[in-house]
């Protein structure tokens, strides 16, 4: 390695300590090479296990080893989560059918749908169980419906080739969709059963609202699962990045 290369990857290095994130653009521009130079520098990191790429920059290395357990996820940003929640359930209308999949901020929905009488379909065990309580206090009216399938212990959940066969059988107003990461390019998850789910319920619906706290805007995972042609609405906490131009119209960003 020339000695200029190793001040620059110093450089970068430094910036990602401080910054946790680092951009071609800026980078190419900052230390005054061509963006093609700053790839090859960042792809040469990712090989060493320095930094995680994504597409126009990197973050530093995080290894990803397995999902979160459901309990651990919801104590994550659950303030943000739960504000994203409250403006989800504004979306539900008398007499919808939804579909709700696996996740920490999807399952706080139950908490603020009221007066509404809907039908709710879903392949996690928590949201059923949370919206049967609120069924049982009679904030709502209305059917749910716990999709059948093999569980997952660790996410409370249900997925498998029944549990796609049984969605087949509705159509779907709205589906209320979670992930775990999000890129330009795409929606991405952990579990490829789970996103096989998530994915046949935003087919099987008129509108897909996607919902997406700020810790997943702009970070990838194992599996994407759909596009953002896919989706009606985004609702996060945090305003889309500058460049995704194609988001602008579809994103809302809550007060929290």
């Not at 390695?1 to 653009?25: A, D, G, P, Y």
């Not at 990191?45 to 126009?56: C, D, I, S, T």
């Not at 399938?149 to 409370?156: A, D, E, K």
């Amino acid at each position: 390695m020339s000695k200029v290369k190793h001040v620059r990857i110093q450089m970068i290095e430094e910036l990602l300590k401080t910054n946790k994130k680092v951009f071609v653009k800026v980078l190419s521009e900052y230390l005054r090479v061509s963006p093609e130079t700053i790839r090859r520098d960042l792809d040469e990191l990712a090989q060493m296990k320095l930094v995680n790429r994504f597409h126009g920059g990197a973050t530093l290395y995080k290894k990803v080893e397995k999902e979160p357990v459901f309990e651990q996820k919801l104590q994550s940003n659950s303030i943000a989560k739960k504000r994203i929640a409250k403006e989800a359930a504004t979306r539900i209308e008398n007499g919808d059918i939804i579909a709700v999949d696996v996740g920490s901020t999807t399952v706080h929905l139950a908490s603020y749908i009221s007066g509404k009488d809907i039908t709710i379909v879903t392949n996690s065990i928590v949201a059923a169980d949370a919206f049967s309580q609120a069924l049982e206090r009679q904030q709502f009216t209305g059917k749910i419906i716990l999709l059948g399938g093999y569980t997952n212990p660790t996410q409370r959940s249900v997925h498998g080739a029944l549990t796609l066969n049984l969605i087949d059988n509705f159509q779907f107003n709205k589906s209320f969709i979670s992930c775990g990461g999000l890129l330009e390019q795409g929606i991405y998850d952990f579990d490829l059963d789970e996103t096989l789910v998530s994915s046949k319920m935003i087919r099987n619906a008129q509108q897909a609202i996607l919902l997406v706290d700020g810790s997943k805007v702009n970070i990838s995972s194992l599996v994407k699962f759909g596009d953002v042609v896919d989706i009606h609405e985004i609702i996060s906490d945090v305003v889309y990045p500058s460049k995704w131009n194609r988001f602008k119209y579809i994103w809302t960003k809550v007060q929290v």
